[in-house]
């Protein structure tokens, strides 16, 4: 069966797009056949993957809000980047969040639109927006699991009350099937005592809810990957250390 993971925080910048890109492309390693979702109106994973965003006429957009003459319009879907295949967005998913308001079965319009892609791929990867609101709400509808990356910095656990309520209340009323992939631990850097102190905090909080992942650290290598628009095992600077994180996070995922 087809395990369709939401990576989901509200919280800004805490490696949710990068580990979409990266944990994607170690899965493809592993042999899987691997689609990600843009469903970040900001659209990062759509430029992290190479593609401009401004420049894309179908998007995930145009298959969540049709126009009104039109029935069902399929997922666009770009092939093969890298050997994963992505679901692009752009800023006008900002509009979504206003237009999906009165539609019917709004909750479950990113699971339709999935449903039929469902016997292409062995895993199917949701980058949700930073927030609470609906296109993050009928992400965690769509999946199977839920992955919650947590940067290692002193706020990372302000927000996980709100975050655990909305994944509670989607399993409870729309998703029953919905389990925890895991925490994901990023941005940690050792040498920090205060990064050291939270990380532990998390490892203890946290592992009551869900399985913690391997911790990923602060690295220059994968910011600068981002840039290239390629998963930081095809470009030029490839930090070993980091590349066999994601290869564990990848055989953890594969096994759930
Ligand atoms: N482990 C890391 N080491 C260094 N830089 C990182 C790491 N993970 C992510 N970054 C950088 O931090 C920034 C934020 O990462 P990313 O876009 O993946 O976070 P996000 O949670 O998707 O953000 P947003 O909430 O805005 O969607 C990016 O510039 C990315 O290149
Ligand atoms: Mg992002």
Redesign the pocket.
Known sequence: MTKVIALF?Q?????????TQNLGYHLFLRRHRVLVVDM?P?A?LTSFMGLEPADLKETIYTALVPEEDEVDKPLPIHKDLHGIDLAPANLLLANAEQELIFAEQREFRLKDILAPRLFDYDFILV?C??SLGILSQISLVASTHVLV?VQCQYKALLGTESLLKTVYKVKRRLNTELTFAGFLP??YSASNSLDRRTLQIVQEQLASVGPILPT?????A??EA?EYGMPLALCPKKNPEILQIFDRIAQVVESL
């Open positions: 925080n919280a800004g910048g805490v490696g949710k797009s990068t580990t970040d900001q990062s980058d927006p930073p990356p990023t941005l990923v650290p602060r690295a220059t994968l910011a981002t």
